[in-house]
């Protein structure tokens, strides 16, 4: 079975600010591990995956993700925080390919930006 | 352009009704999922589809009903049994060998009055 836990339900910065987004899992498989953006009342959109390739992976908007076994962790980072980066941020998890593209979700992550 | 639609956005009912959710995809995909979406809580499977005419529970299928007659179409029904109906409900869609990557709707957020 696979779970993740996102650390802090909310998170604020400062414009310009490094941001820095908590993701741990549990996985009994190789993992593939996603990050998902929702701003309000919105869908749900891709902005990076790791699928067992490079472990640092660059997505959307400037975020990119570092897959560490070692730490079950894949954290979302992005240099500078601009004020459009405040939304609602989702890590989730697969069993690598064989539970047939089900996810678990984290709780998420509200991202706040301050000017 | 390929994508997810929903409908409506916006979707009220009465307490003891019936509705009916909507979501209709053109992107060919084999699999396609509801997920209910409550502050706080992330998202929560309610139904999942891995091929026409088949489907399976998720983990609170309870007071909802679904149907996969057509590849591209998976609607939701929200029965009076559902003792908690309001909330923000996205549908998604997968394909098959897609590494899981789910692609989703905009939603469809349903209150009960």
């Known amino acids: 079975a696979q779970s993740v836990t996102q650390l802090g339900s909310h998170v604020s910065v400062s414009e310009g600010a490094l941001v820095l987004l908590r993701c741990n899992y549990s996985?009994?498989?190789?993992?593939?591990l996603f990050w998902y953006v929702q701003y309000p009342n919105q869908g749900l959109q891709l902005l990076l995956k790791?699928?067992?390739?490079?472990?640092l992976v660059k997505g959307i908007n400037g975020f990119e993700a570092e897959f560490k076994k070692s730490e079950t962790s894949f954290h979302l980072t992005k240099p500078s925080a601009h004020m459009s980066d405040a939304a609602e941020y989702f890590c989730?998890?697969?069993?690598?390919?064989?539970?047939?593209?089900?996810?678990?979700f984290g709780q998420g992550t509200i991202l706040t930006v301050h000017p | 352009d390929g994508g997810i639609t929903q409908s409506p956005k916006y979707l009220f009912r009465k307490e003891g009704q019936n509705v009916t959710l909507s979501c209709e995809q053109n992107?060919?995909?084999?699999?396609m999922y509801w997920y209910r979406q409550d502050p706080g809580q992330g998202l929560r499977l309610i139904y999942y589809?891995?091929?026409?005419?088949?489907?399976q529970k998720g983990d609170i299928a309870e007071g909802y009903s679904v149907s996969r007659e057509k590849k591209e179409s998976f609607p939701l029904t929200v029965t009076s049994a559902q003792k908690n109906p309001t909330a923000f409900y996205l549908c998604?869609?997968?394909?098959?060998?897609?590494?899981?990557?789910?692609?989703f709707g905009p939603g469809t957020r349903l209150t009960v009055l």
């Open positions: 989730a998890v697969s069993a690598g390919g064989t539970s047939y593209g089900k996810l678990t």
């Open positions: 996985s009994s498989v190789p993992p593939y």
């Open positions: 790791y699928t067992s390739a490079a472990t």
């Open positions: 992107l060919n995909h084999d699999a």
């Open positions: 589809s891995q091929i026409v005419n088949d489907f």
């Open positions: 998604a869609s997968h394909q098959a060998g897609n590494t899981d990557t789910q692609y």
